[in-house]
């Protein structure tokens, strides 16, 4: 008899592979989308130094610098095939809340509504309004706060 694996079980065992994916690498963020979900893992503090400055003296930092920490990402993917319409014209900046509708989705006659998974602001538009999309297509990206 063959073991099944549960979903979770699979989701949380990609999620240990590309943890170590990003400590293997020299990247600061890694962003990975398949089918229904998004991952972006982002290492907190400096990139791993490149090899060329392994052997020479690394510069450091002055006390006024500090690098911007990044913020976390969440972006709002279609619920349905359709034709979208936003909710007003979104800009890079506008502020959103947990639950607002942030458009709909018209497809057979029926509006699908795009609520916002979280506060935040939005930090990138992807799909202009009036635009066909996919079942799963990024709309929008929200800066969560």
Do not use: C
Not at 25 to 50: L, N
Not at 72 to 78: D, I, L, M
């Amino acid at each position: 008899m063959q073991a099944s694996v549960s979903d979770t079980d699979h989701v949380l065992g990609l999620l240990d592979d590309l943890m170590r994916l990003a400590d293997g690498s020299p990247a600061v963020t890694i962003e990975v989308e398949a089918d229904s979900f998004s991952v972006s893992v982002t290492r907190r503090g400096a990139a791993r130094p490149d090899a060329s400055l392994a052997t020479k003296e690394r510069p450091t930092a002055a006390a006024g610098d500090a690098q911007p920490t990044r913020l976390p990402t969440q972006r709002v993917h279609a619920t349905t095939v359709g034709i979208f319409n936003p909710a007003k014209e979104w800009k890079t900046g506008d502020a959103v809340s947990r639950g607002d509708v942030l458009g709909g989705i018209k497809s057979l006659g029926q509006i699908a509504k795009i609520v916002a998974p979280a506060d935040g602001e939005v930090r990138e538009v992807l799909v202009a309004g009036g635009a066909p999309v996919e079942y799963g297509q990024p709309l929008l990206v929200i800066t969560v706060r």
